[in-house]
């Protein structure tokens, strides 16, 4: 917390003690009364602390093969998909080229050598005595475009190795750049930061109980099914397998099949694809979001700009949660398709599928007269001249600055070798970049121009159009990253118009400084009665 809210803060952590104790009173006095009303005999007894004992979870679960035979093109698409392949054991078929022939590569101050012998893979790294150490690879999680590699350790640990490998180039290279990460630090590959149990294994894998002792500091990690199958965003279907092996040709209706709400399916995608702190390790499809963690937004760190793009590894939900798109009803699946997950259509023609007209809630986007830029398809009237498909590949073009996702959805690598598209669907703004040092897609792709150049060009097409709210919002969130004292009523200001109950909800937290100013609490605690949780949050 920056020192000029430090006695701000203290005092917002005394009222919010108050506040607790209040409440907590207001309870006992409840509860005082209940005691009055109820008979020990019709008291409920409290809910278990513990969790469901896992084999009584993994029962209801049939596993991925199960769903082949009467969902052939669903399970065909999906067992190709990075869905699929996000966790396996090592495959010669796959893995070989990977280690044979042996080669050797230096990252930083250390080296790492790989072998591939008697169908085994081996990788000989610097380990936690600070020496060589020679170990076994087991499994294999991820896969386009790169693969990571699990060792053993003791007490039931799998550890990320940081040698990792991609399978377009052929090519090993240390997945934390030129960070020269060593023994006994929290991020060295043998450290808890790169604990496959706690950091990465949930998401790899459907269903699964991490089952760590904290007495003896060792896990005993299972799971449904290894890899992200079919039930791990469909839920467990055990009992819809043996309804219709039964009842399926009866012609009723499958009373296990229940369909979910578009809500719930991007709430489903969110619990793997979100920056997010996990409560519970147990959520399954069909339960609330917020019920199973909490969500990090736009704050007082460095995970993300003031305007919402994406900073730190933020994957894609919470910029979508604060996304036009998503303000206008938009899902994961109106452009994934759920069991490749490739979008649906490539480049601009995805964009223009509802941006045409053909839907009534989008604006109408000509991406020539749009973009000022040369767009394939189109002549330079914005006529579309080439609706082919087949000949439009958006990874071959020279002139990107018509596609729709290089200035809406601008890409940045993760572990050297992973782009990822921002999927808050932000303006590119330069005077955001010339006054708070935001990026912007334009200067994103023209390096060699100044940010000045960039201004003058949006000045110069759009106008007055550019000063829209969400300028303002970020600049007042900048101001108060930056300590602005003047940020409190600005902030208030942009709060009492803004529809969005993510940015509702980031802006409560931005105020957190002044929490202890009678307006302010005012403020907190009238949105504890927000319908939305994000918001109560």
Known sequence: MPRFYQKERSKALTLAGAVIAVLLAVWWWQQRGAEKKFTPATVAPPAPSFLTDERTVFAQYGGSASCRDCHQEAFALWEKSNHALAERSVQPERDRVAFDPARSFKHGTQASEV????????????????????????????????????????????????????????????????????????GHWTGRGMNWNFMCASCHNTRLRRNYDETSDSYQTTMAEVSVGCEACHGPLKAHNDWQNQFGKSGRKDPTVTKSSAAQILQDCGSCHARRSDLTGDFKPGDPFSDHFELTLVDYSERYYADGQVRDEDYEYGSFLGSRMHQRGVICLDCHDPHSAKTRLPGNFLCLRCHNGSDTNAPVINPVTHSFHKVFGYDTNGVLVNNDLMSYKPKEIKETGGECVNCHMPQTAYMQRHWRHDHGFTIPDPVLTKKFNIPNACNRCHQDKTVDWSVEYCDKWYGAKMNRPTRTRAEWIARAQQNDPAAREGLLDVLQ???SAYWRAALLGMLEPWAAQPEITA??????????ELVRG
């Open 115 to 186: 072998l591939w012998t008697n169908d085994t893979a081996t990788v000989t790294s610097t380990g936690l005595s600070g020496q060589p150490e020679t170990h076994t690879v087991t499994r294999v999680i991820g896969n386009d475009p790169l693969r990571q590699f699990l060792v053993e350790f003791p007490g039931g640990r799998f550890q990320t190795l940081e040698a990792s490998y991609d399978p377009h180039s052929n090519q090993w290279f240390n997945v934390y750049g030129n960070e020269d990460r060593r023994p006994g630090e929290w």
């Open 497 to 499: 118009r803004e529809d």
């Open 523 to 532: 403020v907190l605690l009238r949105s504890l009665e927000h319908t939305n």
